[in-house]
């Protein structure tokens, strides 16, 4: 009888880095757990070429004690941080960034967020953008197109957005 893992997702590498060294960061939290395999989605890789990606595979971290050390290294190296999260690890990325101050925060079809906390990002500052509305039937998984076009509005990637056919999603 072959043996099956109990919780999949929580197999892997807890943090996964690609991308340019050096250049502005993108840390993701997922929920999902997508990156398992040492990649960041197929879909976020054009965004490779002028930022380092930093994808927290929330069901494989216990903490989140190495994104704090990322987020230290940027701080020292002066790289602006940019943050992604999607549904239930919206809560945890924005308790993150309130101890953590990136340069702007994308929430994603984010589940229960104190709008507080929100409010005091942003008036700290932080750039707050939301993709996705409350009721809609299915969540977007962060390798969504609607959210790599959002990534690419959010980091200043000028016509990015266009190759997925804008922020409505679909190919032109």
């Given at each position: 009888?072959?043996?099956y893992?109990?919780r999949?997702?929580?197999?892997?590498?807890?943090?996964?880095?690609?991308g340019?060294?050096?250049?502005?960061a993108i840390?993701?939290?997922?929920p999902?757990?997508?990156?398992?395999h040492?990649?960041?989605?197929?879909s976020?890789?054009?965004?490779?070429?002028?930022?380092?990606?930093l994808w927290?595979?929330?069901?494989?971290?216990?903490?989140?004690?190495?994104a704090?050390q990322?987020?230290?290294?940027?701080?020292a190296?002066?790289?602006?941080?940019?943050v992604?999260?999607?549904g239930?690890?919206?809560?945890?990325?924005?308790d993150?960034?309130?101890s953590?101050?990136p340069?702007s925060?994308?929430?994603?079809?984010?589940?229960?967020v104190?709008a507080?906390?929100?409010?005091?990002?942003?008036d700290?500052?932080v750039r707050v953008?939301?993709v996705?509305?409350?009721?809609?039937?299915?969540?977007?998984?962060?390798?969504?197109?609607?959210v790599?076009?959002?990534?690419a509005?959010?980091?200043?990637q000028?016509g990015?957005?266009?190759?997925f056919g804008?922020?409505?999603?679909g190919?032109?």
């Amino acid at each position: 009888m072959a043996e099956y893992e109990t919780r999949p997702r929580e197999v892997g590498p807890t943090l996964v880095t690609a991308g340019l060294a050096g250049a502005p960061a993108i840390m993701v939290f997922d929920p999902d757990g997508l990156a398992k395999h040492e990649d960041v989605p197929a879909s976020w890789h054009h965004l490779l070429w002028q930022h380092q990606v930093l994808w927290c595979r929330l069901p494989a971290m216990d903490t989140l004690t190495e994104a704090t050390q990322k987020v230290h290294e940027l701080a020292a190296a002066r790289l602006p941080l940019d943050v992604v999260a999607g549904g239930t690890g919206a809560a945890i990325a924005v308790d993150f960034c309130e101890s953590h101050p990136p340069r702007s925060l994308l929430l994603v079809d984010p589940g229960t967020v104190p709008a507080e906390s929100v409010t005091r990002l942003s008036d700290g500052g932080v750039r707050v953008s939301v993709v996705g509305d409350e009721g809609e039937p299915e969540p977007r998984t962060l390798g969504h197109p609607d959210v790599v076009a959002a990534v690419a509005d959010l980091t200043g990637q000028p016509g990015e957005s266009s190759e997925f056919g804008g922020a409505g999603g679909g190919l032109p």
